[in-house]
């Protein structure tokens, strides 16, 4: 059955194949966004492809695809991305795949932007010695959007939490890479297997400074007496210089020092849990964390699109807080549960 979008046409599974000449094969060429797609409970009309794209909501589906098309233009890979159009490739792959899996009330939904089958520096020659203009060799990019069943997280994971490791691979802030959501994945896929090994449901990522990044695949917020405190994700240097997003030692102030700039991906998760604690009388503080932060922290929260809000009750052999999810966790926990329709 046709069900992923591969550069404008919906082709079966097996035949969803890229060229060996691709930049992401050639070079690692690309951004990727994992959103989560879930019915809605809408009437599906037989032969009605709109009903049936009616019936998925694709959660935070805007908030993915400004993210992406920010990242695509900030990085050169491409200024010809349009969110209207890929917001609607993205919801009929969804309802494409859900004829394919019929029992699936959930979908993880991928879509991956690559170079696509150019070599790029010899687009940048021609354009420097005048033999084309910019316009002339502006090439598309490969497009695949693919969904297959969410995964389901043993409830436990929530109710128990889970233990993180610490990653030996480290977040160089001065690398502009950082931040976006790029198809190199090998340094973070490696400690997550390490982490796995040691049965830890994560590995934390520090900068070359020190300071916390995230997890392999998550936002973190830390919750210390009462207040839920994250670190600067790129994007927020400025906003959050009055809490510590400088130079120099975290204790300090920062005034008068430069701002660094941030390898922290923007999670749209971590968005949704902050804008959740706000709403909620939370306070909220971005700023850069240090370790001994992390471990005196009464809760600690990873985040992400797939599994929402997941609590750590243990730092490898630290324990956190009380040693189990606490208050402000769960509650996240279950405002997530009814966002996407897990208590329905």
Not at 147 to 162: L, W
Not at 295 to 316: I, K, Y
Request: hydrophobic share 45%; proline share 4%; charged share 25%.
């Amino acid at each position: 059955m046709p069900s992923v979008f591969l550069n404008g046409q919906f082709i079966d599974r097996d035949s969803a194949t890229v060229s060996a000449f691709d930049a992401a094969m050639q070079h690692g060429v690309g951004l990727f966004e994992t959103m989560l797609a879930v019915n809605n409970g809408g009437e599906v009309k037989p032969g009605d492809e709109l009903s049936a794209v009616n019936a998925w909501d694709v959660v935070d589906l805007d908030a993915h695809l400004d993210r992406l098309i920010v990242s695509a233009r900030e990085l050169g890979l491409s200024e010809s991305l349009r969110a209207g159009a890929l917001g609607e490739a993205v919801k009929r792959t969804a309802a494409k795949a859900s004829a394919a899996y019929p029992e699936s009330l959930r979908l993880r939904v991928r879509l991956t932007i690559t170079g696509g089958d150019l070599n790029l520096l010899d687009k940048a020659r021609q354009v420097r010695e005048g033999k084309a203009t910019k316009d002339a060799v502006e090439h598309q990019p490969t497009l695949i959007i693919a969904a297959t069943p969410a995964t389901q997280y043993p409830a436990e994971m929530f109710d128990r939490g889970v233990m993180v490791t610490i990653a030996d691979w480290k977040a160089n802030p001065l690398d502009i890479f950082q931040g976006h959501k790029t198809v190199n994945y090998w340094a973070r896929l490696r400690e997550l297997q390490i982490a796995a090994s040691k049965r830890a449901g994560e590995a934390l990522i520090f900068q070359v400074s020190n300071h916390l990044a995230g997890g392999c695949v998550s936002n973190v917020i830390l919750v210390k007496d009462g207040v839920a405190i994250t670190p600067i994700a790129r994007g927020e240097e400025s906003e959050a210089a009055g809490h510590d997003g400088v130079v120099g030692d975290a204790e300090t102030s920062g005034r008068g020092r430069a701002v660094m700039p941030s390898p922290v991906l923007p999670g749209i998760t971590r968005r949704w849990a902050l804008d959740w604690c706000a709403a909620n009388d939370v306070e909220v503080v971005k700023r850069m964390v240090a370790i001994d932060d992390v471990l005196n922290a009464d809760e600690v929260l990873l985040t992400n699109s797939s599994w929402g809000v997941l609590p750590v009750v243990r730092v490898e052999s630290h324990g956190i807080g009380a040693g189990e999810p606490g208050t402000l966790g769960g509650e996240l926990v279950q405002a997530w549960r009814e966002r996407t329709g897990l208590d329905d």
